[in-house]
């Protein structure tokens, strides 16, 4: 069965750092293209950043930029790594992912995770 699994997600204080997990089963992300995306109450779902399999090229959304890092831990893991966790950054967030390699936009959704950056 294709699916997407994340993990990782919880509560942290201002200023911490959470790194979400996305596991794929049933295929290889080689070809892929994987993106984190969030989703706010009350908001549209935002794609943050993508990794393109067969470059490894990253492009983020500029609120994250300097604080996320994607990146394809093997062919079937892809992380996101987010320090210096604001606020705003309180969402359900989603591993994505699209066989391609140029448009990033996901054909395949995870489940989503919560992450919550509160005192």
């Known amino acids: 069965q294709v699916q997407l699994v994340e993990s990782g997600g919880g509560l942290v204080e201002p200023g911490g750092s959470l790194r979400l997990s996305c596991r794929a089963s049933g295929f290889t992300t080689n070809n892929y293209i994987m993106s984190w995306s969030r989703q706010a109450p009350g908001k549209e779902r935002v794609l943050v950043a993508f990794i393109v399999g067969v470059s490894g090229e990253t492009r983020y959304v500029d609120s994250v930029k300097g604080r996320f890092l994607i990146s394809r831990d093997n062919a079937t893991m892809t992380s996101l790594q987010m320090n210096s966790l604001k606020p705003e950054d309180t969402a359900v967030y989603y591993c994505?992912?699209?066989?391609?390699?140029?448009?990033?936009?996901?054909?395949?959704w995870g489940q989503g995770i919560q992450v919550t950056v509160s005192s």
């Open positions: 994505g992912a699209r066989h391609s390699t140029s448009n990033y936009l996901p054909d395949l």
